[in-house]
């Protein structure tokens, strides 16, 4: 009797579900679902309303992001186990998984040591960076015990000694862990008159981050724009990403209309997804 | 002297000019300026804050979209000639130009000379309407005494007396004036059991006006959704709107989250505007 109930409770469930997928078809998944690389945002974006995650996470949700590269200011780097057991579920609660942290600037031995714990008690495998360069050496010694990615983040022409574009870190990284690469942000590498497109070409073995973004202009004159209005070519993007079989992240780092970016951030997100969605086979 | 002061003062503002280009050099135009079609906006879309025009053209700034199709709780029929050179100057300020009217619904003769009226004192030359059977043939004289286009709006499988398809339409007007023809809705063909794309391919010659809109089924359950997120074929559509060479405008039709559509407005025509850009040769 009981099972028959199980049975019959079952069937209903079933039936109900059946007949709400007929009412109110569900919408189509992300287009990015399909390939091996995935849509994420970078914390970043939010740093103008760095005290309110709900507003970040209702943006992520309705842009159907869920990969959050985890910046201190939602997560600072004091948190104990219980703050990070906490700060996860709240992302799991908004469909949002945190792949990431930082960018994370860093020029001594003691602070590497705390950012690297920091993020292994995170449970990340990936550490988005900006070490000094006398610092490189030690980085190379923490990737090993850690076993852990460190993407070095690029700045363009505004930080000369920061890393200004792909090429730059390449020379600095090529001898070292592999586990040592770079987060390619696309604007600023354009923004240090180098195509990002063809940095992703040359580099991709050492590319284990991707900070979308667009610039007007290959000089340091260029400004953020949404994802669209600028110089980079995301056609040519998408196919590389593909060709290399890039499976990271390309994650919106917006810095325009930092204080009120919804719109921004939406555009530029359907833009990305309109165009590979186009450039699929 | 003065001529020289005048002189100095005009090198002056266009060494200022050419300075400031140069220190914040402009986004790219949208993508569609390079197209025969152009990107525009159904007055509908922003139905849930009629009162708001502001709004509605602050949404469309941040959009770069230039094109709206009037709607008349943003211009009523009873607008006096003052008011309505009042709504074409407040529109010029944001840099929108109205192109159409619509949608409106008719069933009557005097209904018709109304709108047609109307039509012609906003200084339209395409009207979007919804008119009873009926009341073609007389629909077929109005067009020909104001030499004016009439793009009957298809309303999906809701409304079924109502053209709820391009085939239906195309089978009442065929046989009537050449400046009868349709506004292509391609979330409620769609939903309608039709291939948007092919209807376009079908029709061409009919089509005056296109609704941007996505749903999720091709049924009636299916809803409107972002652009990109439904199943509407949006690649083939930008090529098919190049190899047919329509020349009219791409208008979103925004009906998810109508009170707080921003966001939704921002990604659907950053989509759009991504699968222009990808399907360019």
Redesign the interface.
């Given at each position: 009797m009981k099972k028959l109930l199980l049975f019959c409770a079952a069937a209903l469930l079933f039936t109900a579900a059946g007949a709400q997928d007929?009412?109110?078809?569900?919408?189509?998944p992300p287009?990015d679902e399909k390939e091996l690389f995935r849509v994420g945002m970078a914390g970043f974006t939010f740093a103008s309303f760095k005290g309110d995650l709900d507003r970040a996470l209702n943006?992520m949700k309705?842009?159907?992001v869920h990969y959050l590269c985890i910046k201190d200011f939602h997560l600072p780097y004091n948190s104990t186990d219980e703050q990070i057991a906490a700060f996860h579920a709240k992302l799991k609660s908004y469909g949002v998984t945190g792949y990431a942290v930082g960018p994370i600037y860093m020029s001594k031995e003691e602070e590497a040591d705390r950012y690297f714990e920091y993020a292994k008690r995170v449970g990340v495998k990936l550490i988005v960076g900006v070490p000094t360069h006398e610092l490189l050496p030690y980085i190379d010694k923490k990737v090993k015990e850690y076993d852990m990615k460190y993407a070095i983040h690029l700045h363009g022409p505004d930080l000369p000694d920061r890393y200004p574009d792909a090429d730059d870190i390449w020379a600095h990284v090529k001898d070292l862990d592999p586990r040592i690469g770079m987060c390619l942000d696309l604007g600023h590498n354009l923004r240090n008159g180098k195509d990002p497109v063809v940095a992703l070409k040359k580099y991709h073995s050492r590319v284990f981050d991707i900070h979308l973004k667009d610039a007007?202009?290959a000089?340091k004159?260029?400004?953020s724009?949404?994802?669209?209005?600028?110089?980079v070519d995301?056609?040519g993007l998408?196919k590389t990403l593909r060709k290399v079989k890039y499976d990271g992240k390309v994650s919106l780092e917006h810095e325009r209309d930092m204080s009120n970016p919804?719109?921004?951030?939406?555009?530029?997100?359907?833009?990305?997804?309109?165009?590979?969605?186009?450039?699929k086979k």
């Open positions: 007929q009412k109110r078809p569900d919408p189509q287009i943006i309705r842009c159907d007007t202009a000089t004159a260029g400004y724009v949404e994802v669209g209005r600028g110089l995301f056609p998408v919804e719109m921004g951030i939406a555009e530029s997100i359907g833009y990305f997804r309109g165009v590979i969605r186009a450039t």
